[in-house]
T-cell receptor, first 109, second 113 residues
Framework: GQQVMQIPQYQHVQEGEDFTTYCNSSTTLSNIQWYKQRPGGHPVFLIQLVKSGEVKKQKRLTFQFGEAKKNSSLHITATQTTDVGTYFC?????????FGAGTRLTVKP | DGGITQSPKYLFRKEGQNVTLSCEQN?????MYWYRQDPGQGLRLIYY???????QKGDIAEGYSVSREKKESFPLTVTSAQKNPTAFYLCASSTGRGRTEAFFGQGTRLTVV
């Protein structure tokens, strides 16, 4: 079955440093979604990518979908303490949706 | 306000007892889901329903049961057959599975002692 791997599991950065999390699927995806879960909270939708090679930006966040539609990344430029939380990707194929294990980001002020 | 509501936020049960977690949404979403979250393991799908009176098992359905008698409601019962029920349970809904964003409830933290 479809598997979605996400790395790294944890990332600790100094405020102002950049951060990237990577998501890889064992199968070709129709689309991919990204979610953020603040500590003690619930996942909140960030964005959906659909097209091969698609790049989307939300302020300091840049999302990419690979050409083969099997991988994706989320990059945060100049992290802030408000960026702390766990970032999940969710790969979708034929209505089958699988979440990655998430990358937990901590930011030291 | 539209949204998805889970109750209670914290739940304690004795081992061997069944317990039902509530999930209600007023977003008029067809699809609803239950996930279990354990530290370092992301979100694992327990059950999902794409339409009223129909539901399918997810990856870890053993020891759980659900019903979907109303579009707005998708309760999850954790039975005594579930070997390790202590976890954080999240309910979500969407207009269609994987096509649009999923909205999550606040979650229920179940502790079985």
């Amino acid at each position: 079955g479809q598997q979605v791997m996400q790395i790294p599991q944890y990332q600790h950065v100094q405020e102002g440093e950049d951060f990237t999390t990577y998501c890889n699927s064992s199968t070709t995806l129709s689309n991919i979604q990204w979610y953020k879960q603040r500590p003690g909270g619930h996942p909140v939708f960030l964005i959906q990518l659909v097209k091969s090679g698609e790049v989307k930006k939300q302020k300091r966040l840049t999302f990419q979908f690979g050409e083969a539609k099997k991988n994706s990344s989320l990059h945060i430029t100049a992290t802030q303490t408000t960026d702390v939380g766990t970032y999940f990707c969710a790969g979708i194929n034929n209505n089958d949706m699988r979440f990655g294990a998430g990358t937990r980001l901590t930011v030291k002020p | 306000d539209g949204g998805i509501t889970q109750s209670p936020k914290y739940l304690f049960r004795k081992e061997g007892q069944n317990v039902t977690l509530s999930c209600e949404q007023n977003l008029n979403h067809d699809a609803m889901y239950w996930y279990r979250q354990d530290p370092g393991q992301g979100l694992r799908l327990i059950y999902y329903s794409q339409i009223v009176n129909d539901f399918q098992k997810g990856d870890i359905a053993e020891g759980y049961s659900v019903s979907r008698e109303k579009k707005e409601s998708f309760p999850l019962t954790v039975t005594s057959a579930q070997k390790n029920p202590t976890a954080f349970y999240l309910c979500a809904s969407s207009t269609g599975r994987g096509r649009t964003e999923a909205f999550f409830g606040q979650g229920t933290r179940l502790t079985v002692v």
